[in-house]
């Protein structure tokens, strides 16, 4: 069962049944409006009794994970290179 309820100065919503074992079905509607597709991700947050869904966007391509040391490096690199270019005046 679902029932809609729009006004002007509310945000828009629904009424959903919650099924067996927690499940529920986000309305087509707000699922195309947030771009949420079979397999996406979202991210459920518990806030002042309610609870929030939002979409999580992730990356179309795999991202490089850092070290301490990788970061430290890059630093002492960019610190090196900075001052370089101060002494020629450009930067």
Do not use: C, H, N
């Not at 090196?80 to 101060?86: G, H, N, Q, T, V």
């Amino acid at each position: 069962m679902v029932v809609s309820k729009q006004t002007a100065s509310q945000p828009e919503e629904e009424l959903v049944k919650i099924q067996a074992r927690g499940l529920l079905t986000i309305p087509k509607k707000f699922r195309q409006e947030l771009a949420l597709e079979e397999a996406s991700l979202a991210r459920l947050r518990k806030e002042k009794g309610r609870l929030i869904i939002e979409p999580v966007r992730t990356l179309p391509y795999p991202a490089r994970s850092y070290t301490k040391k990788d970061l430290q490096s890059f630093l002492k690199l960019d610190k090196e290179e900075s001052k370089k270019l101060r002494g020629k005046g450009l930067l």
